[in-house]
């Protein structure tokens, strides 16, 4: 089936750990998302890649790294864990060709202790 | 003052109820979409718009790209609509999100 795939959906870890979220999409999108929605604020944009090979900084990219890895893959990695990291983190992709669709990843739940 | 604004911010209505919910934005856009997000679930795209008028079931999406406004109506609302409703635009390849309208139907 079409669409995207994020994982993993749960994940605790401990101030200072890294991790890194996996999105993947099956549709040919050249533009990919990684958001953070917390409760009250909406979604708040990290890093988006327009392209295979190319990143770029959102609204609140600090304690991320991205990776736009092929296509189909962009990872969002923590180097470092914090607590502000807490969050819903939800993977979107866009395909500008043609149909504009916009489909987004079930979303991973993370809390930093 | 953000991108996109949606009004209101919460609405409560009794099933049954013709609901409206409002998103306004400032910047030239390619599309806008509407996404309906039910409590602890996932973000599903329920229109996208580049103008005119979009109906699927009871749902209704209409644009006036000439006053940058959109809105959303729901007919014959049922609990099950009760989601928080958010409106997105697109310029090229960045998405731009309104903060989302949350709506309550009750039986």
């Known amino acids: 089936n079409a669409g995207v795939t994020q994982t993993p959906k749960f994940q605790v870890l401990k101030t200072g750990q890294s991790m890194t979220l996996q999105c993947a999409q099956d549709?040919?999108?050249?533009?990919m998302y990684w958001y953070r929605q917390d409760p009250g604020m909406g979604l708040r944009l990290i890093y988006y890649?327009?392209?295979?090979?190319?990143?770029d900084k959102g609204e609140v990219p600090n304690g991320y790294n991205v990776s736009r890895l092929n296509k189909r893959e962009f990872s969002l990695r923590l180097e470092s864990a914090a607590p502000s990291q807490t969050s819903v983190y939800f993977c979107?992709?866009?395909?500008?060709?043609?149909?504009?669709?916009?489909?987004f990843g079930e979303g991973s739940r993370l809390t930093v202790l | 003052k953000n991108e996109v604004e949606q009004s209101p911010q919460n609405l409560t209505a009794q099933e049954g109820e013709f609901i409206t919910i409002n998103c306004s934005y400032s910047?030239?856009?390619?599309?806008l979409h509407w996404l309906q997000q039910h409590p602890g679930g996932g973000i599903v795209s329920l229109f996208m718009?580049?103008?005119g008028k979009k109906k699927h079931g009871r749902l209704i999406a209409t644009i006036n790209i000439q006053e940058k406004h959109s809105s959303l109506h729901i007919t014959a609302s049922h609990p099950r609509d009760s989601a928080v409703y958010i409106c997105a635009v697109s310029r090229t390849d960045k998405l731009i999100f309104g903060t989302g309208t949350r709506l309550q139907v009750f039986p």
């Open positions: 890649s327009a392209s295979e090979g190319t990143t």
């Open positions: 979107a992709s866009y395909g500008l060709a043609g149909v504009r669709e916009l489909f």
């Open positions: 910047v030239g856009i390619s599309a």
């Open positions: 718009l580049s103008s």
């Open positions: 549709m040919n999108h050249n533009s």
